[in-house]
Structure formats: C-alpha cells, structure tokens
C-alpha cells in the first residue's frame, strides 16, 4: 500500500499567503508542522512510507522540504509535477500517479488537516469495496460541501451540487484504492477530463460508480475534528483544530 498527497492547487482564496507556497505547506500544527507534514505523519504512523505527491503551484518549495520530511518521518516522497495545474483541475492530478494506485494507494488531499483515526478507519474496512471513500455523516451540510448519496453504504453520486437535505454525507479527501480498482478508475479519470478539463477528481468517481464501480462509503466517526483549508477562516479552523490536539 502506497500514499498520494494531492498537493498542486494555487489555493487562490488564501492569497497572499499562497504566492510564494503552496497551500498544503501553509503551518496549521502549533506554527510550526505544515498541512503536508501531517499528511506524510499520518501515513508513516499507520505503516505508509513509500508516498508520491503530486506538486504544482511552487512546487519548488515541496522540492526544498522533502528531505527533511522523508528523514524525519522514515518515508521515501516521490515528486511528481502536474504541468497543467493552473488550466486543468485535479482529475488529471489523481491520473498522474495511476501508476502508484495500480500498487493499492491511500489517497489523501494535500489541504485537509484531519486526525490519523480517519486512515486507520480507512485501512480497518478493507475488503468491503475496491474503493473506499471517508465520509462525514455527522457535519451540518451547505452548498460548498462535496456531498455523497449512499445505498448501503455504496455510493451513488457525489457532488457539490447535491440537495444538503437528501446527502448523507461529506467526502473528506481521503480515498483507499485498491489494485483492483486502478485500471477503471484511471479510465474513468481520462475519460472526465477528456471531457472537461475543469472536473474534479471526485467527478471521475462519478464515471466509475456509473460504469458499475463500487465505491463504499466509510463513516470517519461522530465528532471527528477535521477541516478542508480553502480560504483564511479555514487556516485559522485548522490551527485551532491542531492545537487542540
């Protein structure tokens, strides 16, 4: 089992603090630790240490910080460039390294800060689906959420534009591949930006659920404290969220 951090956006909403960094090396742990540094602490704690992360926007400074992440944690970061970051949305990001989910891949976003329950759950309903998705099904739902209907636990859509009223749920960014799953998701993936290039990558979970994909729902537990770190107000949520433990 490998990890992928998502790390490429411009994270625009968090100007200027974004113009020389990428978002997910934003500080959110006590000042110090970054998005991305507890990522990769998450993944090294539950037994992950061979993690590709897709960079993009400065993607220099990722370049500058791994060593010092790969020796501190014990893990070994593959850097691999999405080119089109700033025209294409992450669909072709997750595209990018199907060759890391061909291996069985925890798939984590590069901006949301999140405790490792949220892996260990992950890793702990394996062999209920080839795709596994995080789920908040306890968080009060708006317009912005990346909102899930569910069958049984089975995904059925997934999308921001769904009715918060008949969602069950919000897809956190963290996914768990299995090898089985990696030549119809990457299809699925070419297939939406191939398209569009604007889509998510969650969109091609809509082609792969709508080819016949199954795709599991993972509740990550009530009151599991986690934010998606989008603009200012959500930075200074996820320092809270840190410092608290």
């Not at 968090?14 to 990769?40: H, N, Q």
């Not at 769904?162 to 969602?167: G, K, Q, R, V």
Request: one cysteine or more; charged letters at 25%; a negative charge.
């Amino acid at each position: 089992m490998r990890g992928i951090v998502l790390a490429a956006g411009g994270g625009t909403r968090l100007k200027p603090l974004t113009d020389e960094l990428p978002k997910t090396l934003l500080a959110v742990d006590a000042g110090e630790r970054s998005i991305l540094e507890l990522a990769v602490d998450n993944l090294a704690t539950v037994g992950i240490t061979d993690i590709a992360v897709v960079t993009g926007h400065a993607a220099h400074a990722i370049e500058e910080v791994a060593p010092r992440l790969e020796d501190r944690y014990g893990v070994s970061l593959d850097l691999r460039c999405n080119d089109r970051y700033a025209t294409w949305n992450n669909a072709y990001s997750v595209w990018l390294v199907r060759d890391v989910f061909a291996e069985g891949a925890l798939l984590v976003n590069g901006d949301t800060v999140h405790p490792v329950d949220v892996e260990q759950r992950l890793l702990a309903a394996r062999g209920a689906a080839p795709v596994l998705l995080a789920i908040d099904d306890d968080k009060a739902l708006g317009e912005e959420e990346m909102k899930v209907h569910l069958d049984a636990g089975r995904m059925t859509r997934i999308n921001k534009a769904l009715d918060p009223a008949s969602a069950h749920g919000e897809y956190i960014g963290l996914t768990l591949i299995e090898p089985e799953a990696a030549q119809p998701l990457a299809d699925a993936l070419q297939a939406t930006f191939e398209r569009d290039t604007s889509p998510y990558y969650e969109d091609g979970y809509q082609e792969l659920a709508d080819r016949g994909g199954h795709l599991q729902g993972v509740p990550i537990g009530a009151g599991v404290a986690w934010v998606e770190v989008d603009d200012h107000a959500d930075l200074a949520r996820a320092r809270e969220v840190t410092a608290r433990g």
